[in-house]
Structure formats: structure tokens, C-alpha cells
């Protein structure tokens, strides 16, 4: 298992173009100091805040500027060139119910989707894309089962899931955190409330504040076989 030092806020849909953050390998001004080992290596074990759990992907700084709980908020995503706004939902969801919402959320994207797989277990920063274009959703639903294992507990792996002509999408990105694209953000919603993950517009995510993401070699081997499952490439 390996540990990565993360400060950056990843909210973007994946055929845009990333925002700009603070870079992984320098902590915010002001940080304080990390705490000796054992203090830290209990904190990076504890997943249960509360009714909140997380998966094995991802921890908050041991500080805990940000503590983890389930809930929603509205958000957008802005284009800098364009400045074109589009409606956006972030929600944090416990780890036993994180995969089911996904899945669920996926359903009014209609029938045939486009995927791009997200990975950076070889990279600091950047990230490699691959895409797999016109998949029914059922298959994809078949292979995502398949490796649920990867899609929840590897912080070096994101997925975003996308209707192939509308500004639908939706992701699991590597904070697992869901992040919805749409115009028309109602239907999301009612999925969310059915999954008892309630609107908090003041909420603030495991992505806003120092974290850490985990990972492993056989996580690395896993999203190659994703990726090849998918038939997908860069």
C-alpha cells in the first residue's frame, strides 16, 4: 500500500479541460507539522466518522480540517474560455451505500453511454484517459460489478460515465466522491433522496482540505484489466 500527499479539488467533467490546483507534493500555507508515526498510522486506519464510512481509497488529513459525512450540494462547473456555466451536484456517500448510488445514478443517462477511465498510479499530477465510446449501459453495468473493488478502494482510479450527445455525466472520481454533470439536475436528486443523501449546500468534502489518497500495485493491474474488459484506449 502506498500513500499519496493530495491537495487539489478535482471537480471538472472529464473531456474538460482540469482546474488548476495547488500541486501534490506541497502542503497549503500554514500546514502544520505531520505528527509522529503511530498517531498517524491510527489515523490512516480509522474509516468510521460517525455513520459515515469511508473506503480504502482515501483519508482526510490527520488534522481533520474537513470530517467526513454523507450529503449533497449544489455546485457548477465554469468554463474559462467560454465562460459557459454548467449545473453540477457533489455528493459524499458511505462506503455501503457508494456503489449502489453510482450505479443508480447512471440510469437517466439513457442506454448507450460513453466511459473514460481516469488513472495517475504513474503519475504525480497528471492523469491518463482512456475511453470506451457507445457501450450499453447494461454491459457497463456487467463489467463496473466486475471490479468494484478498484472503482472504490484505489485513490489512483476515476471513472465518469456520459450520455454520447448531451451535457450528461456523471462520476466516481478518485476522492470517491459523485460528481453530476446535467441541466436538468431534478432526476439526480429524487435518486439521491430515494438513497437517503440529503442536500447540504454548506458542505464542505474530503477534496477541499489536505487528504490522502492510498493505493497498490495490484490496483494498478486491475484497471488494466478494466481497461481492456472495456475495450477502451487513450
Request: aromatic share 8%; with cysteine; hydrophobic share 40%.
Amino acid at each position: 500500500m502506498r500513500f499519496l500527499d493530495d491537495y487539489r479539488d478535482t471537480l471538472q467533467p472529464a473531456n474538460q479541460p482540469s482546474l488548476q490546483g495547488v500541486p501534490r507534493a506541497h502542503a497549503p500555507e500554514g500546514a502544520i507539522a505531520r505528527p509522529d508515526k503511530a498517531t498517524l498510522e491510527a489515523h490512516l486506519a480509522r474509516r468510521q466518522y460517525g455513520p459515515f464510512t469511508l473506503t480504502d481509497a482515501v483519508r482526510p488529513g490527520w488534522q481533520l480540517d474537513v470530517v467526513p459525512r454523507a450529503g449533497y450540494r449544489h455546485d457548477a462547473y465554469v468554463d474559462p474560455r467560454s465562460g459557459t456555466r454548467l449545473p453540477a451536484l457533489v455528493a459524499a456517500v458511505s462506503s455501503e451505500q457508494l456503489f449502489e448510488t453510482f450505479l443508480r445514478l447512471l440510469e437517466p443517462l439513457g442506454d448507450t453511454l460513453d466511459v473514460v477511465l481516469e488513472t495517475s498510479h504513474e503519475h504525480k499530477i497528471d492523469h491518463d484517459d482512456f475511453t470506451r465510446e457507445g457501450i450499453e449501459r447494461l454491459v457497463l453495468e456487467s463489467v463496473l460489478w466486475d471490479f468494484e473493488d478498484l472503482l472504490l478502494d484505489d485513490g489512483c482510479t476515476g471513472i465518469a460515465v456520459m450520455h454520447p450527445e448531451l451535457q450528461l455525466e456523471v462520476q466516481l472520481d478518485e476522492h470517491k466522491l459523485l460528481v453530476v454533470y446535467a441541466q436538468q439536475r431534478a432526476p439526480f436528486e429524487k435518486i439521491l433522496a430515494e438513497q437517503g443523501i440529503e442536500r447540504n449546500d454548506r458542505i464542505r468534502f474530503i477534496s477541499q482540505a489536505e487528504h490522502l489518497h492510498t493505493s497498490h500495485t495490484r490496483f494498478a493491474r486491475r484497471f488494466d484489466d478494466m481497461v481492456n474488459r472495456l475495450g477502451a484506449g487513450l
